[in-house]
């Protein structure tokens, strides 16, 4: 998109952008108290803060396959030489906080572009796995642990996101957070094959959210929860930041899902309205 002349034009932008603000300013300060423009009608803002459930990804952000992952930046355009910055992003889908979309485990299932925007503003329910996890990084998130949130918040709401928090995001940056043994295999929580099929036939659920690597548990090796949840055409999310800032009902989450065409999933910006 660099035209010949690119840069000159760039620069008499910013001149002139430059020019009207300071005329602005001069008649602004010309005529005030005079010709005062009520503010618009905002749509009510009905939450309060708004919670980051994203890590920042760069090349350091450790994938479950455990080799480097693949986000580059590569400069194809600079301020000094094109009057704009831009870069060209070499990266694989499945890095840093991320969704999976069905599509990633079964072949009918949606794409990214094909998920329904409705079902990626969810109520957010956050089951707390902490002690368990502490005690057993091997972890599975259970039936049981479902029906003790439910004991004490209630039944799952409609449409809902269930996340797991095991505390595992307390380890990034650490070898624990992807916790290979010697023989290759890993060891983190996730949810039980079990949990997952009793939130996909018993109850409303949009999405599921784990705090690690994986819906699975680290030492899985036929991916059950992956094929059990995604074959259901609906969504994963993985990796997710700061699920200690959210409550464990209340927060209603925004899945920023990356809408690339045929993408099976990718680096997402999760936030919590609380
Ligand atoms: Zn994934």
């Given at each position: 998109m660099c035209v010949e002349g690119c840069h000159k034009a760039v620069q008499k932008a910013i001149a002139r952008r430059e020019f009207i603000e300071t005329a602005a300013g001069v008649v602004a300060g010309a005529t005030l108290g005079a010709n005062v423009i009520e503010d618009a009608t905002a749509a009510p803002r009905n939450f309060t803060k708004a919670i980051d459930l994203t890590h920042t990804l760069n090349k350091e952000f450790p994938t479950y396959g455990g080799t480097e992952n693949y986000v580059e930046l590569e400069k194809i355009y600079t301020i000094e030489h094109d009057g704009y910055l831009m870069y060209k992003w070499h990266i694989t889908e499945h890095v840093g906080t991320h969704l999976d979309a069905p599509a990633h485990f079964s072949p009918e299932g949606n794409s990214c572009e094909e998920?329904?925007?409705?079902?990626?503003?969810t109520p957010l329910a956050v089951i707390n796995v902490k002690t368990q996890a502490a005690l057993n990084s091997d972890y599975q998130v259970s039936i049981a642990d479902i029906e003790a949130w439910e004991n004490v918040h209630g039944r799952l709401p409609d449409h809902c996101c269930v996340a797991m928090n095991s505390g595992w995001s307390d380890h990034l940056g650490t070898d624990k957070f992807r916790n290979e043994d010697s023989q290759g295999s890993l060891h983190f929580p996730g949810f039980s094959i079990e949990a997952a099929e009793f939130l996909r036939d018993k109850r409303n659920v949009n999405g599921i959210a784990v705090d690690t690597l994986s819906l699975d548990y680290g030492p899985s090796i036929d991916f059950s929860v992956h094929v059990a949840w995604l074959l259901s055409n609906r969504w994963g999310l993985e990796a997710v930041a700061n699920l200690d800032d959210v409550p464990p009902i209340g927060a209603t989450l925004v899945v920023g899902s990356p809408k690339i065409e045929n993408a099976t999933g990718g680096p997402a910006r999760l936030i919590a309205l609380i």
């Amino acid at each position: 998109m660099c035209v010949e002349g690119c840069h000159k034009a760039v620069q008499k932008a910013i001149a002139r952008r430059e020019f009207i603000e300071t005329a602005a300013g001069v008649v602004a300060g010309a005529t005030l108290g005079a010709n005062v423009i009520e503010d618009a009608t905002a749509a009510p803002r009905n939450f309060t803060k708004a919670i980051d459930l994203t890590h920042t990804l760069n090349k350091e952000f450790p994938t479950y396959g455990g080799t480097e992952n693949y986000v580059e930046l590569e400069k194809i355009y600079t301020i000094e030489h094109d009057g704009y910055l831009m870069y060209k992003w070499h990266i694989t889908e499945h890095v840093g906080t991320h969704l999976d979309a069905p599509a990633h485990f079964s072949p009918e299932g949606n794409s990214c572009e094909e998920i329904d925007v409705e079902t990626l503003v969810t109520p957010l329910a956050v089951i707390n796995v902490k002690t368990q996890a502490a005690l057993n990084s091997d972890y599975q998130v259970s039936i049981a642990d479902i029906e003790a949130w439910e004991n004490v918040h209630g039944r799952l709401p409609d449409h809902c996101c269930v996340a797991m928090n095991s505390g595992w995001s307390d380890h990034l940056g650490t070898d624990k957070f992807r916790n290979e043994d010697s023989q290759g295999s890993l060891h983190f929580p996730g949810f039980s094959i079990e949990a997952a099929e009793f939130l996909r036939d018993k109850r409303n659920v949009n999405g599921i959210a784990v705090d690690t690597l994986s819906l699975d548990y680290g030492p899985s090796i036929d991916f059950s929860v992956h094929v059990a949840w995604l074959l259901s055409n609906r969504w994963g999310l993985e990796a997710v930041a700061n699920l200690d800032d959210v409550p464990p009902i209340g927060a209603t989450l925004v899945v920023g899902s990356p809408k690339i065409e045929n993408a099976t999933g990718g680096p997402a910006r999760l936030i919590a309205l609380i």
